[in-house]
């Protein structure tokens, strides 16, 4: 089901690049990560990143399983079973049986 239709997405989240550790933000339907004014700063580590994303996107009522699908939708495709929240259990893990070598 291609993400403009999909349930359950918030047109925006929080999130961070893994690999910099940089805090992105993630926009339903596009492929990458987006920078903002707002969230400008030096690299943190990753359990302070962690930590904002979550109280960030608790603060715009994005729970942890869209704030995952986000993250996989704009990273590998919105159309792979991982950019669905119903594929997340309620704190953002894979549901086992969604596990796949997408990647």
């Not at 999909?6 to 910099?20: H, I, N, Q, T």
């Not at 400008?40 to 704030?67: C, H, K, M």
């Not at 986000?70 to 704190?91: F, I």
Request: aromatic fraction near 14%; charge should be negative; hydrophobic fraction near 35%.
């Amino acid at each position: 089901m291609a993400c403009a239709t999909r349930p359950g997405l918030p047109s925006y989240c929080f999130g961070y690049d893994v690999e910099d550790h940089h805090l992105v933000v993630l926009r339903r339907g596009e492929h990458g990560f987006f920078t903002s004014d707002e969230l400008e700063q030096d690299r943190y580590d990753i359990a302070y990143s962690d930590l904002f994303v979550r109280d960030a996107n608790r603060s715009i009522g994005v729970t942890p399983a869209q704030a995952a699908a986000m993250y996989y939708g704009a990273t590998l495709s919105w159309d792979v079973p991982e950019a669905d929240p119903a594929s997340y259990t309620e704190d953002g893990k894979l549901k086992p049986e969604f596990a796949n070598d997408t990647w």
